[in-house]
């Protein structure tokens, strides 16, 4: 092989390390503080907020610290002081020390969480995605004791089918049928959770008392065991979602989502995301088109025939950028769809926002 190409692959290689390495550097927050006191309430993405641009990355913030081999392990009243170890940012805690025999306090409610987890505790049974004529198949509630069409907590509902009697049960409504926003695809068949309840008598028709309720059992609704399947982790490791997805639907069915609000992603675990996969969120931007004056033309202002120039070819469309909407870390996964928690949000989210791996230093965020 010549030198010129040897020389070109080293430095092609070159390259392709550095952005490696400049892609994973933390980048500190412009104004951050020098140290923190931790309050209660605190998590580790609230307090990494402080000094990142990109808080979903707090577990390198915290991580190579020798102090904190485990990093939730952080309680209120720790001071927090920023370092620079090998050139890149860490924090360092130094535990509250009460001056008496107690030694460190240890706050009743315990270690700060990484995300706070009462704020996604109503999703970890409520919603699941299963396929549809599993779910058909599955014991159905036929009616109660009680003459009413609708039945709550501590009411007795009867269930087709021989149940375990002590066997805990959710009791789900049918809800949407999830199809994929690029190919049509069948996704899966949303179930929701309406009660908790527990089987007190088997036999061909099983009794099950009513433990819990987010909304009224009505007769028609499955009753599904309550597995490992349907809890969740109560320590997220956050990390930088690969698969790109698409946001497919709003938990509550509303036109548009802010912070908190639950939404599904048209991702599963066949896809490779798990529970903690981090995603930036992005409208598309908007196609212009240049009319006959030479004036830039938004869709909604076009003529029939400059949607049809747009629609011809791309070469007639000038595309805007996208626009950064906020970041989601997905808490609960399934096979083809996956739960995700809207955790900043600048502008509102969409169905059919994009959802790409987040990198400010690649992505305007």
């Not at 641009?53 to 920023?82: F, M, S, V």
């Not at 049918?174 to 959770?193: C, K, N, T, W």
């Not at 597995?227 to 109560?234: N, V």
């Not at 949000?345 to 169905?351: F, G, L, M, S, Y």
Request: hydrophobic share 40%; glycine share 8%; net charge negative.
């Amino acid at each position: 092989m010549d030198t010129p190409m040897k020389r070109l692959i080293l430095l092609g290689l070159m390259i392709l390390s550095c952005s490696f390495v400049f892609a994973d550097t933390l980048t500190l927050k412009s104004g951050h503080p020098d140290s923190y006191v931790v309050k209660k309430g605190d998590t580790l993405w609230d307090i990494s907020a402080y000094f990142l641009k990109d808080p979903w990355r707090w577990p390198k913030l915290w991580g190579a610290n020798p102090q904190i081999a485990n990093p939730h392990l952080i309680y209120p009243g720790d001071q927090l002081t920023l370092v620079f170890i090998d050139g890149e940012p860490r924090l360092v805690v130094k535990p509250h020390i009460r001056k008496s025999p107690e030694g460190r306090v240890l706050p009743k409610g315990g270690a700060i969480p990484a995300v706070d987890l009462s704020l996604i505790q109503p999703y970890l049974v409520q919603n699941r995605v299963v396929d549809a004529a599993w779910l058909a198949e599955q014991p159905m509630v036929l009616g109660g004791e009680s003459e009413s069409k609708h039945h709550v907590m501590g009411d007795i509902v009867y269930v087709q089918g021989q149940l375990v009697v002590g066997d805990k049960f959710g009791v789900y409504a049918q809800g949407r049928q999830f199809v994929s926003l690029e190919s049509g695809d069948d996704l899966g068949q949303e179930a929701i959770l309406t009660a908790s309840g527990r089987v007190i008598e088997s036999g061909p028709i099983s009794k099950v008392r009513l433990l819990s309720n987010l909304r009224e059992t009505k007769a028609g609704y499955r009753v599904l065991p309550i597995g490992d399947d349907s809890l969740m982790s109560a320590y997220f490791m956050p990390q930088a979602a690969t698969t790109p997805a698409s946001v497919l639907a709003s938990e509550k069915s509303v036109r548009e989502m802010g912070k908190l609000d639950v939404v599904y992603i048209d991702r599963g675990s066949k896809d490779g995301v798990e529970a903690g996969h981090v995603f930036s969120i992005f409208r598309d931007g908007i196609g212009i088109v240049i009319d006959g004056d030479g004036q830039p033309v938004k869709p909604e202002d076009r003529s029939s025939y400059e949607d049809l120039l747009s629609s011809i070819s791309s070469d007639n469309e000038i595309k805007m950028p996208d626009i950064y909407r906020g970041k989601l870390m997905v808490f609960k996964v399934f096979d083809k769809v996956s739960l995700g928690l809207i955790l900043i949000n600048e502008k509102p989210v969409r169905v059919k926002d994009k959802l790409i791996q987040p990198n400010s230093l690649l992505q305007s965020e």
